[in-house]
């Protein structure tokens, strides 16, 4: 039997699949849901960071300062549900506070809204504070009360009120 690939030559696949799942190359960044603060300087951006073909799906939340020509990034998810592009930015009407929904996202809080959607993050932008209800997040869990204070450019009920 003749044998194809020696020590080297498998690891050099094993390095590349790696590679491609982690998406550090052959992939990009997508983009799958943009959003423009209500002023219109800010643009808030959710890039998907993972391959369409892999078990875990990562995304990132990037705030671009439109007049600076300046980004951020706000926030690194853990591993996510698929498929992407179930989510939502939802900026308040004031600009100040920017929220995710999503239908896929695990999460902690049973928080959702009236449309099935989840609670799922959300940032302050004048203190640079966040609240997460990932189920891996370390960040503080998003509270009822704190939704019901903020009014937002669309509607955002929570189920059952």
């Not at 890039?47 to 926030?75: C, Q, V």
């Not at 204070?149 to 009920?157: M, S």
Request: glycine share 10%; hydrophobic share 40%; proline share 5%.
């Amino acid at each position: 039997m003749r044998r194809v690939l020696g020590c080297g030559g498998l690891a050099a696949v094993i390095g590349l699949a790696m590679l491609l799942e982690y998406g550090w190359i052959g992939t990009g960044l997508s983009t799958t849901v943009t959003r423009l603060s209500p002023d219109e300087t800010l643009r808030a951006r959710l890039e998907e960071h993972s391959p369409t073909w892999g078990m875990d799906r990562n995304f990132a939340i990037r705030l671009e300062y439109l007049a600076e020509g300046k980004s951020e990034r706000i926030y690194g998810s853990p591993d996510e549900g698929r498929p992407a592009g179930t989510e939502r930015l939802i900026w308040s009407k004031d600009g100040a506070w920017l929220l995710l929904v999503s239908r896929h996202c695990y999460v902690k809080e049973d928080l959702f809204l009236d449309n099935g959607d989840q609670l799922y993050f959300l940032y302050h932008l004048p203190t640079r504070r966040a609240w997460c209800n990932a189920e891996m997040s370390s960040l503080p869990p998003i509270k009822a009360e704190q939704v019901r204070a903020i009014e937002f450019t669309e509607p955002v009920r929570l189920k059952g009120e």
